[in-house]
């Protein structure tokens, strides 16, 4: 029995529009629908998630979703939202890709189950490969006109921009490729619904019409919100580029850290977006978190679902150790549990110096790691004054003048954290 997938999109926030008699349908019984996936990197990012976590509630709901890798697509650049084209990948890149989102996206949809609604993915390249550019503007092409393609949107903006070199024969065409993928999974898969971005209205809606014009029947389009920040920076992204889902592309410590630092109004928003937690508890986090906004609940509650979901529990617990790091709540053995990389980001913009190898193994004294040898504090005087003051820890160990640094102090073989008071930090780099 499907429940009502549209007003659960509606409550949370993630619908945009939709073609009328969308919910009517899908209330008939399981349908099936998809979404396209831009298959040009070996990861998704979190911008990617809407569209992932609209899958998962549609299959949530007892429908069939589809994940369409765009291999075809990807080899030619989509125009909408973008001012120049892509890059465009050869085959063997696009089926590497491909591999590695089926994987991530296990984590969120059921690909493996006998159910009548397991998740399928697919890739247009299987389809697109055969078929012939004159077989294309023949079957295809005739039935959509110029007129209508250049009417929409991403079309238009691309063509008025100022800053575009206009836009590709090959990029033009790219409405009408994705509106044939509608048409395909309509015919072999009883694919009846296309979601997306609300910037994917224009390219949905092809599709519908090519339904319609050459397949005889419905299809229809729903569209989420594309996420904004509060402050109006680009959701998703960093001083360091994308927030991926692959591990090694974006730490979880990182990835963690994204979700807890978001702003009070982003988190009530994220909280129905990016977790399954029901309606009522999440007013209930609210109204907690408007009681005691210093407490941020909202924020370490999101951080913690999505963590969950994309790395796991383990990984989870490992970044909130991490995290509390920074805060003087770890303990020598928290440091030594982290890895280099996750060393390095916690400790992100802290002063640092190098020491040789050498220095380390005949012993380098206490005056010498925090003043002569690396300048951290002004002088050799004021490094004996605030370890005479019990103010000088090593690796979270409180320490005298007469401690001596040994290959025994290194964190990863190559760190040691000094520490003045509770919130200097200096990481001694061993080389």
């Not at 993928?181 to 072999?188: K, Q």
């Not at 971005?197 to 014009?213: A, F, K, M, P, V």
């Not at 509390?324 to 770890?330: D, N, P, R, V, Y």
């Not at 290194?410 to 080389?431: P, T």
């Amino acid at each position: 029995m499907a429940t009502n997938f549209v007003a659960e999109l509606k409550w949370r926030g993630m619908l945009h529009d939709a073609m009328p008699g969308t919910e009517e349908h899908l209330l008939e019984g399981m349908q099936a629908a998809y979404v396209g996936i831009d298959p040009t990197a070996d990861s998704l990012h979190i911008g990617h998630l809407v569209s992932v976590m609209m899958l998962r509630h549609f299959q949530l709901a007892g429908h069939k979703p589809f994940a369409l890798v765009g291999g075809a697509t990807g080899m030619i650049g989509d125009p909408s939202g973008k001012s120049a084209e892509r890059n465009l990948l050869d085959e063997a890149t696009l089926r590497h890709n491909q591999e590695a989102i089926k994987e991530q996206l296990s984590r969120f949809l059921d690909f493996t189950s006998d159910a009548p609604n397991a998740a399928e993915l697919v890739n247009n390249y299987d389809w697109m490969k055969e078929f012939s550019f004159l077989d294309f503007i023949r079957d295809v092409g005739k039935h959509i006109t110029v007129n209508y393609m250049m009417a929409k949107d991403s079309v238009k903006k691309r063509l008025s921009s100022e800053s575009s070199e206009g836009m590709s024969f090959t990029e033009f065409t790219y409405q009408l490729v994705q509106g044939y993928d509608f048409l395909h999974l309509y015919r072999t898969h009883n694919c009846t619904l296309q979601m997306g971005g609300s910037d994917q209205w224009g390219n949905i809606t092809t599709g519908t019409e090519l339904i319609r014009r050459i397949g005889g029947g419905k299809g229809y389009a729903l569209t989420c919100p594309l996420i904004t920040k509060a402050d109006g920076t680009k959701f998703g992204k960093t001083e360091g580029g994308n927030v991926w889902l692959d591990a090694e592309r974006t730490s979880p410590y990182k990835f963690y850290q994204y979700w807890l630092n978001t702003s009070d109004a982003d988190a009530e928003k994220y909280i129905k977006i990016f977790t399954l937690l029901g309606q009522e508890e999440i007013e209930a986090l609210v109204a907690q978190h408007q009681e005691a906004p210093h407490a941020r609940a909202l924020q370490k509650r999101l951080a913690e679902e999505v963590t969950v979901m994309v790395h796991s529990q383990e990984e989870l617990e490992n970044a909130q150790k991490a995290s509390q790091i920074l805060f003087g709540k770890s303990t020598t053995e928290d440091l030594r549990a982290l890895d280099a990389k996750t060393f390095l980001q916690v400790f992100e913009g802290v002063p640092m110096a190098t020491v040789s190898k050498a220095e380390i193994e005949q012993g380098l004294d206490m005056i010498g790691a925090l003043a002569a040898k690396t300048g951290f504090l002004d002088s050799n005087g004021a490094a004996r004054r605030e370890l005479k003051q019990n103010a000088i820890s090593v690796n979270r160990q409180k320490v005298k003048e007469d401690y001596t640094l040994t290959e025994a102090d290194l964190i990863n073989d190559r760190f040691v954290l000094l520490q003045k008071g509770r919130r200097n930090y200096y990481v001694l780099s061993v080389e």
